[in-house]
């Protein structure tokens, strides 16, 4: 031992500190392997997630709209890290509370977590198998040994003539990078797999009666940055309460109408459309958290069959009068049987003219152009007719029971990049929804609500389809011009001004942006 280096004892806080770094190291490399080989196992889950997902459902409903109010959809990110980081810090852990003798067990640390992981099919609503969520908490298991006796093997073999701080330091160089690489290399192919797994959705689909076609219609001019009438899949906006989607295959799917009914049904991919009339609408689909002038929503092509015909077939009994929705996720959701029976809400297979995609609940949702998002259930596998009152999942967490769609407009453009030109024309334009009520007129005021002019409406692609608008603007002073829009829905009913957060029944307000007017 050289002059000036400290002996390091089994027992000594310096040893536990070494272990808990040979864990945290070993853990991160763990955490690679399991993202894999959850990617690669069909009907797996990676176990952090499962825990996150777990953390989602049991929080209390006035502790997670605190945190969704305060942090939007980072409290879900957050939440992600924060797991992570637990596992980090229990897999550090663990090699001390495992050391036995004189020296760690690595591989009694590893079988500890891989019996916590594997544990973790007790807990709902997982939607993995018991056998692969076991399978892939073992990989973890031994991936963390492996991993944490390398690590420990790398330390001794510096030996004791070795300064500690410089061994320390090799020690925590090695681990480090090995750690980072193989991390690295397990998130990229495990984020690469689900990328490529995912179900199958090359289904074949029943074509319906008629394709929701946009019409020709009058002049309406072409708009840089204004959004598109048909809003393509992949910009179509994403929200559910999952770190990662279920995958849900066609092949196996089934739907079950059961409850207050004369004849439960039980209906396949296949049957569902060959069954029913399939039919095709343009409509609007917009989020309960989206905030004024916010891009959560979406204008699509959704067909499917009606769940009229579906309820009719069925049965509904008298008693019957509220609709329980569930999903592979463990979602749930209700609304009336009234709305059920209205024309406009279909089952969903297909989103502009192709099988819904894993984000967009594959293979079938429910699309209600008449309430929020969180109502349009996505991975759909149960209906149940009940006599009472059902509390959904964001019900239970405080957001409103009928949460239907609030009139709403939006500036997608102002000027060009928010600078205008005094006396030169420029165009403030946009677009407009309110679910199934429609847009009636939008108004554009120059001057912070001061005065309102009546902007040029393009006709929809669809009773229950968003609306563009246009305003020609020739500004007149100099300085920073306020621009104000708001609409008036098909009902003649205003936009509030009133300003409102998305929680508990939808944002309300009117959207305004600053425009810099120069000579």
Same mark, same amino acid.
Request: with cysteine.
């Given at each position: 031992?050289?002059?000036?280096?400290?002996?390091?004892?089994?027992?000594?806080?310096?040893?536990?500190?070494?272990?808990?770094?040979?864990?945290?190291?070993?853990?991160?490399?763990?955490?690679? *392997?399991?993202?894999?080989?959850?990617?690669?196992?069909?009907?797996?889950?990676?176990?952090?997630?499962?825990?996150?997902? #777990?953390?989602?459902?049991?929080?209390?409903?006035? &502790?997670?709209?605190?945190?969704?109010?305060? /942090?939007?959809?980072?409290?879900?990110?957050?939440?992600?890290?924060?797991?992570?980081?637990?596992?980090?810090?229990?897999?550090?852990?663990?090699?001390?509370?495992?050391?036995?003798?004189?020296?760690?067990?690595?591989?009694?640390?590893?079988?500890?977590?891989?019996?916590?992981?594997?544990?973790?099919?007790?807990?709902?609503?997982?939607?993995?198998?018991?056998?692969?969520?076991?399978?892939?908490?073992?990989?973890?298991?031994?991936?963390?040994?492996?991993?944490?006796?390398?690590?420990?093997? =790398?330390?001794?073999?510096?030996? $004791?003539?070795?300064?500690?701080?410089?061994?320390?330091?090799?020690?925590?160089?090695?681990?480090?990078? *090995?750690?980072?690489?193989?991390?690295?290399?397990?998130?990229?192919?495990?984020?690469?797999?689900?990328?490529?797994?995912?179900?199958?959705?090359?289904?074949?689909? &029943?074509?319906?009666?008629?394709?929701?076609?946009?019409?020709?219609?009058?002049?309406?001019?072409?708009?840089?940055?204004?959004?598109?009438?048909?809003?393509?899949?992949?910009?179509?906006?994403?929200? $559910?309460?999952?770190?990662?989607?279920?995958?849900?295959?066609?092949?196996?799917?089934?739907?079950?109408?059961?409850?207050?009914?004369?004849?439960?049904?039980?209906?396949?991919? #296949?049957?569902?459309?060959?069954?029913?009339?399939?039919?095709?609408?343009?409509?609007? /689909?917009?989020?309960?958290?989206?905030?004024?002038?916010?891009?959560?929503?979406?204008?699509?092509?959704?067909?499917?069959?009606?769940?009229?015909?579906?309820?009719?077939?069925?049965?509904?009994?008298?008693?019957?009068?509220?609709?329980?929705?569930?999903?592979?996720?463990?979602?749930?959701?209700?609304?009336? &049987?009234?709305? *059920?029976?209205?024309?406009?809400?279909?089952?969903?297979?297909?989103?502009?003219?192709?099988?819904?995609?894993?984000?967009?609940?594959?293979?079938?949702?429910?699309?209600?152009?008449?309430?929020?998002?969180?109502?349009?259930?996505?991975?759909?596998?149960?209906?149940?007719?009940?006599?009472?009152?059902?509390?959904?999942?964001?019900?239970?967490?405080?957001?409103?029971?009928?949460?239907?769609?609030?009139?709403? =407009?939006?500036?997608?453009?102002?000027?060009?990049?928010?600078?205008?030109?005094?006396?030169?024309?420029?165009?403030?334009?946009? &677009?407009?929804?309110?679910?199934?009520?429609?847009?009636?007129?939008?108004?554009?005021?120059?001057?912070?609500?001061?005065?309102?002019?009546?902007?040029?409406?393009?006709?929809?692609?669809?009773?229950?389809?968003?609306?563009?608008?246009?305003?020609?603007?020739?500004?007149?002073?100099?300085?920073?011009?306020?621009?104000?829009?708001?609409?008036?829905?098909?009902?003649?009913?205003?936009?509030? #001004?009133?300003?409102?957060?998305?929680?508990?029944? *939808?944002?309300?307000?009117?959207?305004?942006?600053?425009?810099?007017?120069?000579?």
């Amino acid at each position: 031992m050289r002059p000036g280096s400290q002996p390091v004892t089994p027992g000594s806080e310096r040893t536990r500190n070494d272990l808990r770094r040979a864990g945290a190291l070993a853990t991160a490399v763990a955490l690679g *392997g399991m993202w894999t080989a959850s990617a690669l196992i069909p009907s797996s889950v990676f176990p952090p997630a499962a825990v996150a997902d #777990a953390v989602i459902r049991f929080t209390p409903g006035d &502790v997670a709209t605190f945190f969704i109010e305060s /942090l939007g959809h980072w409290a879900m990110r957050l939440l992600a890290v924060g797991v992570l980081a637990a596992v980090v810090v229990l897999g550090a852990q663990v090699l001390v509370w495992t050391r036995m003798g004189a020296g760690p067990r690595p591989f009694v640390a590893g079988a500890v977590l891989a019996g916590l992981a594997a544990l973790l099919f007790l807990v709902p609503p997982v939607t993995g198998s018991d056998v692969a969520t076991i399978v892939v908490g073992a990989i973890g298991g031994l991936v963390y040994a492996l991993a944490a006796r390398s690590l420990l093997e =790398s330390r001794t073999e510096e030996g $004791d003539d070795v300064p500690v701080d410089a061994t320390r330091r090799s020690f925590l160089r090695i681990g480090t990078g *090995g750690a980072i690489a193989l991390a690295t290399t397990g998130g990229v192919v495990g984020w690469l797999a689900r990328k490529l797994e995912g179900p199958d959705t090359n289904v074949t689909l &029943v074509p319906p009666a008629a394709r929701a076609e946009v019409p020709a219609r009058g002049d309406f001019p072409d708009i840089p940055g204004l959004s598109r009438e048909v809003t393509p899949v992949p910009d179509h906006y994403v929200v $559910d309460i999952n770190l990662l989607q279920p995958s849900v295959d066609a092949t196996g799917w089934k739907l079950e109408v059961f409850g207050e009914v004369e004849k439960p049904l039980t209906l396949d991919f #296949a049957q569902l459309q060959q069954r029913f009339d399939v039919v095709e609408e343009f409509s609007v /689909l917009s989020c309960i958290s989206n905030e004024v002038g916010g891009d959560l929503i979406g204008n699509s092509a959704w067909g499917g069959v009606r769940l009229r015909d579906v309820l009719e077939a069925a049965g509904v009994k008298p008693g019957g009068t509220e609709l329980v929705l569930r999903a592979a996720d463990g979602y749930s959701d209700s609304f009336p &049987v009234e709305l *059920g029976m209205d024309e406009s809400v279909l089952l969903a297979v297909s989103q502009n003219g192709r099988p819904l995609t894993q984000e967009h609940g594959f293979p079938c949702r429910v699309r209600i152009p008449r309430l929020y998002g969180m109502e349009n259930v996505k991975w759909l596998e149960s209906i149940e007719v009940v006599r009472s009152d059902y509390a959904g999942y964001w019900q239970q967490r405080g957001w409103k029971d009928t949460a239907e769609v609030r009139t709403q =407009s939006r500036i997608d453009v102002a000027g060009e990049d928010s600078k205008a030109t005094l006396g030169k024309e420029t165009w403030i334009a946009g &677009v407009a929804w309110a679910g199934a009520r429609g847009v009636a007129k939008v108004e554009v005021s120059t001057d912070d609500g001061g005065t309102w002019a009546e902007a040029q409406l393009k006709d929809p692609v669809a009773d229950n389809a968003w609306r563009l608008w246009a305003y020609r603007w020739t500004p007149i002073r100099r300085g920073e011009a306020t621009i104000v829009c708001r609409a008036t829905d098909g009902d003649g009913d205003v936009q509030t #001004a009133e300003l409102a957060p998305p929680h508990p029944a *939808g944002a309300t307000g009117w959207h305004s942006v600053k425009v810099k007017v120069e000579a």
